[in-house]
């Protein structure tokens, strides 16, 4: 049981690329959760999912994209890279309801746009 | 808007002292409270999640309490090791009457930094 996995934990972008962040989990989990963390900052949340098929926004999503073809995955697609979207990137997964339910985090991509 | 605070941001201890981190939050309205581990460069790893309806829940030498009214929380580390090092991250879940991210994010503090001086 891996639990929650997100590649690359590196990545240095120039300003206009485009990547990809990976996200997996093996818990069966419906919710998961994409989070940046700045410096001296609590973790802010770009998007959510609650199940397969189904995303929402959520407090800082300009600039990023997600989908969610399986309840497995969640990738967060980053277009046109720019300076502000320097960050640490945490993925996150939960299940059961909604007033109970607990929060695994991945490992982090650590990503630099110059 | 929900707002959550930890102080002190960073703290200092020797091997062995019982410590207490602190975390108080604006609106008492929420589903429950959750208590991380962050080490360097790495993510986040939960500790205790306490529901809205307990006051208090315990792990190993952890503890952790909820004074919802007061907005409140508080993690106990009892008999600290140098391998406790570490950042302490409090976030709660703000419960809300409508559909949206208010309903599934989590608002976190910025985290208390702790070194346990051998």
């Known amino acids: 049981n891996a639990g929650v996995t997100q590649t690359p934990k590196f990545r240095i972008l120039k300003i206009g690329q485009s990547m990809t962040l990976q996200c997996a989990q093996d818990m069966n989990h419906n919710y998961m959760y994409w989070y940046r963390q700045d410096p001296g900052m609590g973790l802010k949340l770009i998007y959510y999912?609650?199940?397969?098929?189904?995303?929402d926004k959520g407090e800082v999503p300009n600039g990023y994209n997600v989908s969610r073809s399986t309840t497995e995955d969640f990738p967060l697609r980053l277009e046109l890279a720019a300076p502000s979207q320097t960050s640490v990137y945490f993925c996150?997964?939960?299940?059961?309801?909604?007033?109970?339910?607990?929060?695994?985090f991945g490992p982090g991509t650590r990503l630099t746009v110059t | 808007k929900q707002e959550v605070t930890q102080i002190p941001a960073a703290l200092s201890v020797p091997e062995g002292e019982n410590l207490v981190l602190n975390c108080s939050f604006t609106d008492s309205a929420i589903y429950n409270l959750q208590w991380f581990r962050q080490d360097p460069g790495k993510g986040l790893t939960s500790l205790l999640l306490?529901?809205?309806?307990?006051r208090e829940q315990t792990s190993g030498r952890l503890n952790a309490s909820l004074d919802k009214s007061s907005g409140r929380s508080t993690l106990y580390i009892a008999a600290s090791q140098p391998g406790d090092s570490a950042t302490y991250l409090c976030?709660?879940?703000?419960?809300?009457?409508?559909?949206?991210?208010?309903?599934?994010?989590?608002?976190f503090g910025k985290g208390t930094k702790l070194s346990v001086i051998p």
């Open positions: 999912s609650v199940g397969a098929g189904i995303t």
């Open positions: 306490i529901q809205s309806s307990q």
């Open positions: 996150a997964s939960s299940s059961g309801t909604v007033s109970s339910y607990e929060q695994y």
């Open positions: 976030a709660v879940r703000p419960r809300t009457h409508h559909s949206g991210a208010g309903s599934y994010q989590l608002t």
